[in-house]
């Protein structure tokens, strides 16, 4: 989903009020997140020592039961979503000392970033205008096919043909332009 659209779905009111502070937090309160991605070792050390979480403490936390041992194995082979639907709640459940909350949400943002998380008034502002420009250039161009195909599916020869003046066969085709957008 574009922006655009979340705009549009989420911050209507306040886009047409031209509050685009209003926007941007309505945007940013979504905490819509990026695909999920397997991470590794690695990433996941650098993670942590990011925030100052002791990567070796986390560790022997975590292999410290099954689940943490499986994550670690999984870890090795292919790395783990940190930001899974299942492994959020295990992060948390071993939140203290050792792996802080800062630490817990450093893995989760590192699997799943936020969308948005540093949008401003400004970029709002400028995608909500260009899509407004966008979709006016869409309807301009819709019309004016519109009163193209009305000219040309006009038969004015036969009109004029068929009028007894000037003045109604003017008329018989104004009606048609008026009736099929061409006028």
Known sequence: MTLAQLIRQNALAAANAADWSAVATAVKSL????????CSSVETAGALAAVGVNWAAVM???DGDA????????????????????TVPYLR??????????????????????????????????VWETAIAEDVALQTAAIR?????????????????GSADLDVAVSA???HLIAFGGW
């Open 31 to 38: 905490g819509l997140r990026a695909e999920l991605r397997t």
């Open 60 to 62: 022997v936390l975590i």
């Open 67 to 86: 689940v943490g041992r499986f994550l670690l194995t999984k870890m090795a082979s292919e790395g783990v979503a940190w930001g899974h639907p299942l």
């Open 93 to 126: 459940s071993k939140q203290g000392s050792v792996l802080t909350p800062a630490g817990v949400d450093a893995l989760i943002e590192l699997s799943s970033p936020l969308l948005f998380p540093s949008l401003t008034a400004e970029q709002c502002r400028v």
């Open 145 to 161: 096919s519109a009163r193209l195909a009305s000219i040309e599916s006009l038969d004015a020869a036969t009109i004029v043909d």
């Open 173 to 175: 085709i104004r009606s």
